[in-house]
């Protein structure tokens, strides 16, 4: 995450075999690409101080929601008190996990039989960097995109 933290499920690296070198070397390669886009979006844009301040953590869904979980803890050391997470769709078992890990989750869809994140939009092309950087220049307000690797 931003800040350096990283995560590694134990139980899929376990499932897929992953060697500890392999695990180490994407690390080291979503770091590179996690500095990359920090240093793109924050393009002469000064970060917001998240002490003492509710924030909501949107994303586009979570099939284990270990990723939003990591956020959820980086905003929580960066002084948010309070952490929402907005997502519209997710399996059972990430709102559970969310649920323990952020204050609180608005979820709009757990289906039963989930099979991914993107099943479920009509278009889940994913933008461009530039593309994201016109975003947050056209809305002039102070939002902070958290990355994760």
């Known amino acids: 995450t931003s800040g350096g933290s990283s995560f590694v499920d134990p139980a899929l690296t376990r499932k897929l075999q992953l060697a500890e070198r392999w695990v180490a070397a994407i690390i080291k390669r979503e ?30 869904g979570a099939t284990t929601g270990s990723t939003l979980a990591m956020a959820v803890q980086t905003l929580r050391q960066q002084g948010a008190a309070q952490v929402i997470v907005a997502i519209p769709v997710a399996t059972h078992s990430a709102v559970a996990a ?23 939009y009509k278009d889940f092309a994913q933008p461009s960097d530039q593309q994201i950087c016109q975003m947050l220049e056209r809305s002039g307000a102070q939002i902070q995109v958290l990355q994760t690797a």
């Open 31 to 60: 770091k590179r690409r996690l500095a990359r886009s920090e240093e793109a979006y924050a393009s002469a844009r000064k970060l917001p101080d998240l002490n003492g301040k509710i924030v909501i953590l949107a994303d586009d």
């Open 98 to 120: 969310l649920s323990k890990a952020a204050d609180e989750v608005a979820c709009l869809m757990e289906p039963r039989k989930f099979i991914n994140v993107g099943y479920w």
